[in-house]
């Protein structure tokens, strides 16, 4: 059964092809710049660069790619059964996959002003794919459902309780792919029952520990700024410093928003947002950058000293995303002096991780860790496929 999946932005188009339930990618792809004068395309080896005007423009273009008999990959559009998509935000009401209706796309609109940058993409995305492939099931995945097992004391945030009734508690975010990493780590643990501490180190990032396979506890919380620090996000600040920025420094509301979401973290620390710059510069001796990933380091290391306590215990901790899978450096300095929590790695393993099917533990560690390639698309397909199919 062919299974599209859809992660629309603002101006993007992410797409993948899967003959499920062999999980075999067959078309992989994207639309950049829609709306822009010149957009860009591109499905497998096929890329053109053209205006896409709409998010419809690009979904035609990526039927006109399926249907090209030269590529030989569906005879006719039916074939696709299931879209499933990526939906940011579903509050407090949506816990698990869910057939779109329009009830489901009323109730993605009424949480607008949560996610204001995702979830309005999220609805152009369904509402296209809808138009465009009229017979197949539609499932919306998001990416707060995993997150929605965390117990009260972990999402209520002390304040009074109007504001709780009003929908203001922890979310979180990731949550698709810190199930799908969490899923991988226990079954190479062997066990359901685990204690886990997933890392997803993006431009994002959050870490979240994941307690007998469901989320416990996350570092993001109502929004996505808080917890780690990330490319442009601040992380964990004192609230004091937005009143102080507002009220004494005549910034605007906006401003400090863009102030923490776009200016902050590693791109305020050092500069720029790619940790491959930081790791290089830091490596030529630049202070900035060396402190820029040591605080980076440090905010994780704080999560995880956290969680551990909050669990009483660890028996794996996961690497993932960008930052997660590609960076020795990072994963050295978070788990570095950690053996007091029964963390070590191998320095030979850490530099190498696909040779060793990910495991980069030391013999000696009593924690396993693991760098396990994040991949949203697949746990998409594979939760779109659960629910229509079974
Ligand atoms: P997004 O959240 O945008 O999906 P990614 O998961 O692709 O982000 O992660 C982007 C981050 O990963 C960037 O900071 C980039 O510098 C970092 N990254 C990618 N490859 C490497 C690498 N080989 N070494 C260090 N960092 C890397």
């Known amino acids: 059964m062919k299974v599209l999946v859809i992660n629309s932005g603002s101006s993007s188009l992410k797409f993948q092809l899967f003959e499920m339930p062999q999980e075999k990618v067959l078309v992989k792809g994207l639309a950049e710049r829609i709306g822009e004068k010149i957009g860009k395309f591109k499905a497998n080896d096929f890329v053109v660069e053209k205006p896409l005007a709409t998010h419809k423009k690009a979904l035609e273009l990526l039927t006109e790619y399926l249907l090209n008999p030269e590529n030989k990959i569906i005879d006719s559009k039916e074939e696709i059964k299931i879209v499933g998509h990526r939906v940011v935000h579903g509050g407090n009401k949506f816990v698990e996959p869910t057939l779109i209706t329009a009830e489901v796309k009323e109730k993605i609109k009424e949480l607008f002003s949560l996610a204001p940058l995702h979830n309005p993409a999220n609805l152009t ?156 510069a830091a490596e030529k001796g630049d202070e900035k950058a060396r402190l820029a990933l040591e605080m980076y380091a440090g905010a994780i290391k704080k999560y ?43 320095s030979n393993k850490n530099k190498n991780p696909q040779k060793y099917n990910g495991d980069i533990s030391d013999a000696s560690s009593q924690v396993k860790v693991f760098v396990i390639p994040t991949n949203e698309e697949l746990e998409i397909a594979k939760q779109s496929y659960n629910l229509v199919a079974k």
């Open 125 to 280: 995305g369904i509402i296209t794919a809808e138009e465009i492939f009229p017979k197949a099931k539609q499932v919306a995945i998001f990416d707060t459902a995993f997150h929605q097992s965390i117990p009260v004391k972990n999402h209520k945030y002390a304040i009074p309780e109007k504001f709780y009734e009003e929908g203001i508690r922890k979310y979180g975010f990731h949550g698709i792919s810190h199930q799908y990493v969490s899923r991988e780590a226990n079954k190479r643990l062997g066990k359901e029952k685990s204690r886990l501490i997933t890392l997803h180190l993006g431009n994002g990032a959050s870490a979240t520990a994941v307690w007998n396979g469901k989320s416990y506890d996350t570092s993001m919380g109502f929004g996505p700024m808080n917890g780690l620090i990330m490319g442009t996000r601040s992380g964990d600040i004192d609230q004091s410093i937005i009143f102080y920025m507002l009220d004494k420094m005549g910034y605007s509301s906006a401003e400090v928003q863009n102030i923490l979401n776009k200016k902050s973290g590693m791109m305020a620390l050092a500069g720029s947002n790619d940790l491959r710059d930081i790791e290089t």
């Open 304 to 346: 995880i000293g956290n969680y551990i306590a909050q669990m009483n215990g660890l028996d794996a901790l996961v690497f993932t995303a960008g930052i997660g899978e590609n960076s020795d450096v990072v994963r050295k300095m978070v788990t570095d002096d950690m053996n007091y929590m029964g963390i070590s790695i191998d």
